[in-house]
Nanobody, 126 residues
Framework: QVQLAESGGGLVQPGGSLRLSCTAS????????MAWFRQVPGQEREFVAA????????YYSDSVKGRFTISADKPKNTVYLQMNSLKPTDTGIYCC???????????????????WGQGTQVTVSS
């Protein structure tokens, strides 16, 4: 059983930066992928970014491309999301997700991930 623990959320002014962390316990590797989704009340979880363990390939939503960077520290089983040039529309609960066998075409679909963290609140406001 994989458990995910996020940290790093908070309140930041527009244009500011935050770095989120998500550490997995219980095993990674192989075709593993980890991702960040954003949850806003009344809306479905929105894909933000993902990274595949094999090859380190990264994927981003159009809304964050060029501003956010996802990276993986394999020895630490940790994924980071560096968020720069934050906007009020980036506000939400950021949830870490992981799956050991997810395929490329499913990376953007929250329903395809087996494991989820509790989420960390990010608020962008002046």
């Amino acid at each position: 059983q994989v458990q995910l623990a996020e940290s790093g959320g908070g309140l930041v002014q527009p244009g500011g930066s935050l770095r989120l962390s998500c550490t997995a316990s219980g095993g990674t590797g192989g075709s593993y992928a980890m991702a960040w989704f954003r949850q806003v009340p009344g809306q479905e979880r929105e894909f933000v970014a993902a990274v595949r363990w094999r090859g380190g390939h990264t994927y981003y939503s159009d809304s964050v491309k060029g501003r956010f960077t996802i990276s993986a520290d394999k020895p630490k089983n940790t994924v980071y999301l560096q968020m720069n040039s934050l906007k009020p529309t980036d506000t939400g609960i950021y949830c870490c997700a992981a799956d050991p066998t997810i395929i490329l075409s499913s990376l953007f679909d929250a329903r395809q991930y087996s494991y989820w963290g509790q989420g960390t609140q990010v608020t962008v406001s002046s």
